[in-house]
Nanobody, 116 residues
Framework: QVQLVESGGGSAQPGDSLRLSCTASGRYAMGWFRQSPGKEREFVASITYKGANKYHAAGVRGRFTISRDTGNTAFLQMNNLKIEDTGVYYC??????????????WGQGTQVTVSS
C-alpha cells in the first residue's frame, strides 16, 4: 500500500503562483491529475521514476513545472494561474512503470481555486 501526502494549493488570483507537493512512501513515477467543475478528470503533469523526463499537458505547458527531489517528493509549481486552473488536484503514482501510464494510487486531492 502506497501512502501519499499532499500539501499546498489554496486560493489565488489570476496571474499568481502556487506550489503543490506530494510525498510518497516510496520512490515511483509521480504526477498530477485535476478535476475542474463540470469537467472530466484530466492529466496535468508527470515525472519519471528517476526524474529525467517530465510531461506537461498542453494547457499548462509553459506555466506549470513538475519536479522532484532526490527522495520521494514531487512538486508542481504553478505560475501565471488562470481561472480555468481551478479544480481538485490529485497526486498519483504508478508503481509498475518508469513513467505514469496507469496510476494505481491516488492522493486525497487538494483544492486549487483561482478567482478575481
Amino acid at each position: 500500500q502506497v501512502q501519499l501526502v499532499e500539501s499546498g494549493g489554496g486560493s489565488a488570483q489570476p496571474g499568481d503562483s502556487l506550489r503543490l507537493s506530494c510525498t510518497a512512501s516510496g520512490r515511483y513515477a509521480m504526477g498530477w491529475f485535476r478535476q475542474s467543475p463540470g469537467k472530466e478528470r484530466e492529466f496535468v503533469a508527470s515525472i519519471t521514476y528517476k526524474g529525467a523526463n517530465k510531461y506537461h499537458a498542453a494547457g499548462v505547458r509553459g506555466r506549470f513545472t513538475i519536479s522532484r527531489d532526490t527522495g520521494n517528493t514531487a512538486f508542481l509549481q504553478m505560475n501565471n494561474l488562470k481561472i480555468e486552473d481551478t479544480g481538485v488536484y490529485y497526486c498519483v503514482v504508478d508503481t509498475a512503470n518508469a513513467r505514469v501510464e496507469h496510476p494505481d494510487y491516488w492522493g486525497q486531492g487538494t483544492q486549487v481555486t483561482v478567482s478575481s
